[in-house]
């Protein structure tokens, strides 16, 4: 399972990066703002500050909702990194774009999915990605992970090759659940990736060893 992480915090990003695990970053508009990145300028240098942190692959986020605005400016987003990963919305003018970009070799990201049937229809458009948001679906008394199963099922069946990438992880049995269903990425925050190193007995059990150690020595 690949391990993203969902910031556009450079510090956080670095942290990640330096515990080995990280296979690349998402970011999106809202997350950008968190930061303070705003102007499209800082927001394609940034993207580019990314990039030189983590080794993997780095989804940017299109504003434009209609068809050839969606085109420029993913290809200008393509064009700052061999890393990035254009992200484009499930909106009629993005399955249009991403089948687009799946024949012209940029890779892409679906993202704000909800449902299995988008999710059939960001694969058959070609996307290299498909994030449902599981989050955002059990704030509203609906299974996100029963969704990620639902695709799961349908990409086997078909043997389609977009990577199912679980987005708004909000915890680490959202991660731990994920991996059994067979998502083949998830992308959540630097507390949700290190909250699976916590274990109450490893914490004992390390004070313990190094007790031990320290009446023989
Ligand atoms: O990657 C999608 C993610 O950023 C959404 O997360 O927590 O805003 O639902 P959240």
């Known amino acids: 399972m690949k391990f993203f992480i969902d910031t556009a915090n450079l510090d ?3 942290e990640a990066q330096e515990l080995g695990v990280l296979d690349g970053v998402t970011t999106n508009p809202s997350l ?4 303070g990145i705003t102007g499209r300028d800082k927001i394609l240098k940034h993207y580019v500050d990314i990039c030189e942190i983590v080794d993997g692959d780095v989804s940017a986020e299109v504003i434009a909702t209609d068809f050839d605005k969606i085109i420029k400016e993913g290809e200008q987003l393509a064009e700052l990194h061999d890393q990035i990963v254009v992200k484009v919305p499930m909106i009629e003018d993005g399955v249009k774009a991403l089948k687009y970009f799946s024949d012209n070799g940029i890779r892409t990201n679906c993202t704000l999915v909800f449902s299995a049937g988008q999710a059939l229809l960001a694969a058959k458009a070609g996307a290299t990605y498909v994030s449902p948001f599981i989050g955002r679906l059990d704030d509203i008394s609906t299974d996100g992970l029963n969704l990620i199963a639902e695709i799961r099922h349908i990409y086997d069946n078909y043997g389609y090759e977009t990577q199912i990438l679980a987005a708004s992880i909000r915890h680490t049995m959202h991660i731990i659940n994920c991996a059994k269903i067979g998502a083949d990425v998830m992308t959540g925050g630097l507390d949700s990736i290190k909250g699976l190193l916590k274990h109450p007995l490893t ?6 060893f190094l007790a031990d150690y320290k009446k023989g020595n």
């Open 32 to 35: 950008m703002a968190k930061e």
């Open 203 to 208: 914490d004992s059990g390390l004070e313990k």
């Open 12 to 14: 956080e990003i670095r």
